[in-house]
């Protein structure tokens, strides 16, 4: 039996047992494909991957809207069995055409069969049953990566704090087991609390040792004088206040057993040492980050889920639970309580995000290291819009000292030389690129962009995969317009995919550049010079990178007809001799 293995959690514990499909490789196509109609069945009747597997049935298993279109993922099922980690990801644009396909689908299957005994039966299964309980039983085709299938059963099992485990076993032995957790209403009333915004070390502009350290959660003056107050929205019921909303339900189902906190007024005043600052903090960070993902447009935090501010029995780890309604997060107070610190807060309320906006897909070693980076991310881009202090660390409080060496975003890493085996370390790679772009083009489109680029995220895909979708996140919500910083930060971290190319060098600024000016109208060009220009040409580029036009240009003037254009970012180079000029257009309509 593989060891069982942690995914997605707060510390650095591998998901060994994902490497044991690692052979198996998700297939990537970003062609765009018409259907007409949309719909599931529709999709299901047209696309070519979907009609030429014979003797396969690929059933819906969810649907997502984005701001860019919706999202489907089909599981394939061969004799009458579904087929494991068999995920097929369709993104279109909401119009009738499909964008992008994700397929994790078994191509001409050999099958081996034999019949299953009863799991009661398996003696073997008894042992790692002791303290669990057997939700589901499940018998299913396991593939390998020479699409070889044997039957097996998939058990589906709940052990202590809320940690669910996937075990596959067939007559003979236990094949793998992974844990299943990702770590890392009445009216309304507004209430006020306090919380640290985002972390005491970073609005005290210090770094963790000294006077600012855990101290076993005592009170300490300079930690509580960095308390901020807030106003956040909780529920108001038959006289008392309590840590409840549309976004998150601040519960007690995991040891410690600690009451949750209620008032009678509308004020949650609380220190460190009191269970009710945690408790307060979880509230707040994942309310406001709620409504932020919402203001943003996505729907993926309009469910509730439930926390526990105190939980794992007192471990230094945290994560979140699917397997419950509604989902859970499970925050531990070993070492730093990490409650306290609002990076974890909103990695661990991110993987609640990811799994919403494409259910079922964290699987496979680059998916989950990219998990873990939107995880990371997304903590280091709330913080770093409070306060930018250390903004490169993430976990100031909770991590980065004796008790764990928390992680970075703004790493130099690279993909693939830099690629090992720790899922939250590769996802440095991918975190700290997205960092950059939150420099070059802002928080506000670099959050938009990663958002719409997961709701097409699937099982086993790749970071060059992600990549793709991020370019194609770009040109469905910007019309392409950042494209040119995109493919730049992509190719410093060998991330840019085949078939993009970069921007012409000098975007921005070309020294001994020629004195040229472009004027758009509704469909005309005219590209002109203060000098005549002799041997001088013009070609211009769309948000690919691909040239689309090429012509002399005579004089000191071109015009060029741009009705055959799509809207959206265009490059113009015109060049004459040693010279030239690089330029900007927008194409509105």
């Given amino acids: 039996m593989l060891p069982v293995a942690l995914l997605a959690q707060k510390h650095e514990v591998e998901n060994v047992s994902s490497h044991f499909l690692n052979g198996r490789k998700c297939i990537s196509n970003f062609h765009a494909v018409a259907i007409g109609q949309e719909n599931a069945d529709n999709i299901r009747s047209k696309l070519p991957l979907l009609t030429a597997q014979a003797a396969t ?21 061969l004799k009458g069995l579904e087929v494991y980690q068999s995920q097929v990801r369709v993104s279109t644009n909401g119009k009738g055409t499909v964008t992008a396909v994700l397929d994790n689908s078994v191509h001409q299957p050999v099958f081996v069969h034999e019949k299953l005994k009863a799991v009661s039966a398996l ?16 018998e299913m085709w396991l593939p390998d990566a020479d699409n070889k299938l044997r039957n097996v059963y998939v058990l589906k099992t709940e052990g202590a704090h809320g940690s669910w485990s996937e075990v596959i076993a067939d007559n003979h032995n236990i094949i793998f087991e992974r844990d299943l957790n990702m770590y890392f209403a009445p009216p309304d009333s507004t209430v006020k609390g306090f919380v640290f915004l985002p972390d005491p070390l970073t609005t005290a502009g210090k770094v963790y040792g000294g006077i600012y350290v855990d101290n076993a959660d005592a009170d300490a003056q300079w930690l509580t004088d960095e308390r901020k107050q807030i106003d956040f929205t909780a529920d108001f019921d038959n006289g008392t206040f309590r840590l409840r909303n549309s976004f998150v339900r601040i519960s007690d189902y995991d040891l410690p057993s600690l009451a949750v906190a209620t008032s009678t007024t509308p004020e949650f005043n609380f220190t460190r040492s009191q269970s009710g600052f945690e408790q307060v903090s979880v509230m707040y960070h994942i309310s406001e980050f709620g409504k932020y993902v919402q203001q943003m447009g996505f729907n993926n935090a309009n469910v509730l889920l439930e926390a526990d501010a105190h939980a794992v029995n007192g471990a230094d780890n945290s994560y979140f639970a699917f397997n419950y309604n509604p989902m859970r997060l499970y925050f531990g107070i070993g070492g730093v309580d990490d409650a306290e610190d609002a990076d974890v807060v909103i990695h661990e309320y991110s993987h609640f995000l ?18 873990e980076a939107f995880c990371d991310y997304n903590a280091a881009s709330y913080s770093r819009a409070i306060n930018a202090f250390n903004w490169g660390r993430v976990y100031n409080w909770d991590g980065h000292n004796e008790f764990w060496n928390g992680r970075v975003v703004n790493s130099s890493k690279i993909y693939p030389a830099n690629m090992g085996s720790s899922i939250y370390r590769n996802g440095e790679i991918w975190s700290s690129m997205l960092m950059q772009l939150w420099s070059d083009i802002g928080k506000a489109v670099t959050d938009k962009l990663i958002f719409q680029a997961h709701f097409s995220f699937a099982q086993n895909m790749s970071f060059l995969d992600a990549a793709n979708l991020l370019l194609q996140a770009d040109q469905q919500l910007f019309g392409g317009q950042y494209y040119c910083p995109i493919t730049q930060r992509l190719h410093e971290r060998g991330l840019l ?10 975007i921005d600024e070309v020294a001994n550049e020629l004195p040229v000016q472009v004027f758009g109208s509704e469909n005309w060009l005219v590209i002109t010079s203060g000098e005549t220009l002799w041997n001088a040409t013009v070609e211009v580029f769309d948000a ?12 000191g003037t071109h015009r060029m007809n741009t009705q055959g254009l799509s809207a959206g970012i265009y490059i113009i180079k015109v060049k004459a001799d040693a010279r030239s000029k690089v330029m900007k257009w927008l194409k509105k309509h």
Avoid: W
């Fill in 57 to 77: 049935d690929f059933v819906l298993e969810s649907e997502q809207a984005s701001l860019a279109g919706r999202h489907y993922s089909f599981v394939q099922f």
């Fill in 123 to 138: 003696p073997f299964i008894q042992p790692l049953l002791n303290g669990k309980q057997l939700h589901t039983q499940k």
């Fill in 354 to 371: 990811s799994y919403r906006a494409s259910p079922n897909s964290n699987v496979g070693p680059e998916r989950e290291a990219l998990d």
């Fill in 497 to 506: 995919p085949a078939g993009k190319t970069l921007c012409p060098i000098g």
């Fill in 544 to 555: 690919s990178g691909r040239s689309v036009y090429t012509a002399p240009m005579h004089d």
